[in-house]
């Protein structure tokens, strides 16, 4: 009786890392949310905990994590702006320590054009895990795929030297979406579908539409509406539905914004999207489909001061969360468009550029500002609830927050720092 009460927890352990790994953009689902043991009420000190930082090259792209691992990218050998190297490494999620690194040619003699090298001309991407494998997109519009345990490269994909086009003048932003075998790209003025194992590209679809020539800043989900599983994506003057099996453009949108600056991730809502765009307000679109074709009709629009800039919402209960352009965080009822309300508190300081990455559980919140603060607030139509603040970083912190398990991983644009974070233990049913 013992052995098999044995057995069961440790597979019952076995199942609950795995369903924990962060293994992509803004989580497993890309939607930001995660499961799991209760979050403590507190970021105090007796609740979180560093447990190691390592110093590292400049990077704006989030951290990854499965059950012994934690994966980083970062630019290095700075000339003027201009990086030598791309490169990821895989550190010991217990110690910190080096288990393996690969590197591939960085920026080179190109560099971020203006505005983008107001922000540097470091990595911006998030890598992707699945099936044993790290799917990783350097600044130059390539794609890498390497084993996970060793950092071996299985396969590569030069997107300007293969198709011909030109660097995107921000670099590669796009963070690579998997589901299944394949791995979706924003890439190479198109967006891909190429197969996780050979590296074989099984359709490229918006061939320099969207404004993809210049490369888009929005990384996709995927969503089921109306039935029709499909991939979300925003380009850069465009919000579609593709066709997950043939690439096919099911639906298009267009979505005025300043410079072509789509950057957030769209938000599914029962049958539509939500998205909110620099200097155009926000916007939810009823995605239908007749007979014959698909259609997205706007149902709601809010005007420029309810715009969002880099920060991708969460949803709760019909309403997004989330930092808008102004610094200020925000509540809107997604079957409305209503501002619930917005905090009289103002997050960072500048003229634009707010950010806020954000994970929910239940009815709390964690974001991570770009100033380094960490802050728990309450998910709550009625009013804005600040729960807890506290800094965790001097430097900036754009990189999307990481969460596994009871720790929390914090990219610092020069650093990564890893978290225990005291939580109640689940109930064994």
């Not at 507190?42 to 704006?60: A, P």
């Not at 054009?113 to 699945?130: C, D, E, M, Q, Y």
């Not at 050979?198 to 995927?222: A, H, N």
């Not at 919000?239 to 298009?252: E, F, P, Y």
Request: proline share 4%; hydrophobic share 35%; glycine share 10%.
């Amino acid at each position: 009786m013992i052995r098999q009460t044995v057995i069961a927890t440790f597979t019952l352990s076995l199942i609950y890392t795995f369903a924990n790994d962060w293994t992509q953009w803004r989580g497993p689902n890309r939607d930001g949310i995660v499961e799991g043991k209760e979050w403590p009420t507190s970021l105090g000190q007796s609740n979180l905990k560093q447990k190691w930082r390592v110093k590292l090259g400049s990077s704006y792209s989030g951290a990854l994590l499965d059950g012994k691992t934690v994966y980083v990218t970062e630019s290095v050998g700075s000339k003027k702006g201009v990086y030598e190297f791309d490169k990821v490494q895989a550190l010991d999620r217990v110690t910190g320590k080096v288990k393996w690194t690969q590197q591939w040619p960085g920026t080179g003699k190109w560099n971020v054009t203006w505005p983008g090298r107001v922000n540097g001309a470091w990595i911006r991407s998030t890598p992707a895990l699945a099936n044993g494998k790290l799917f990783v997109a350097g600044m130059h519009d390539r794609l890498l795929c390497l084993e996970a345990n060793t950092g071996k490269k299985l396969w590569e994909i030069d997107f300007p030297k293969q198709f011909k086009t030109p660097v995107p003048g921000f670099g590669c932003v796009c963070s690579p979406m998997v589901d299944g075998k394949f791995v979706y790209m924003q890439a190479g003025a198109s967006f891909c579908k190429i197969e996780q194992d050979t590296g074989k590209i099984v359709w490229q679809t918006m061939k320099d539409e969207g404004g993809l020539r210049g490369g888009g800043f929005s990384s996709p989900v995927i969503a089921t509406l109306n039935g029709k599983r499909q991939i979300l994506l925003q380009a850069r003057t465009e919000l579609t539905g593709i066709d997950i099996n043939s690439g096919a453009v099911l639906w298009k949108k267009e979505v005025k914004s300043f410079r072509g600056m789509n950057i957030l991730t769209p938000l599914p809502y029962e049958d539509g999207v939500y998205t909110s765009t620099y200097r155009y307000g926000s916007f939810f679109y009823n995605i239908k489909k007749d007979k014959e074709s698909w259609t997205a009709d706007e149902k709601w629009k809010n005007g420029s001061k309810t715009s969002a800039y880099m920060a991708s919402p969460v949803l709760f209960e019909g309403h997004a969360y989330l930092l808008i352009q102004d610094g200020n965080f925000a509540c809107y009822d997604l079957k409305t468009g209503k501002e619930c309300w917005r905090s009289e508190k103002r997050f960072g300081s500048g003229r634009h550029g707010m950010y806020m990455s954000l994970i929910r559980q239940g009815d709390r919140i964690l974001g991570l500002d770009q100033e380094g603060n960490l802050h728990l607030i309450k998910a709550n139509p009625k009013e804005f609830q600040l729960i807890d603040s506290r800094k965790v970083s001097e430097e900036p912190t754009w990189a999307h927050l990481a969460i596994s398990g009871d720790q929390v991983a914090v990219r610092e644009l020069n650093g990564i720092s890893l978290y225990d974070w005291k939580s109640k233990t689940i109930p064994i049913p």
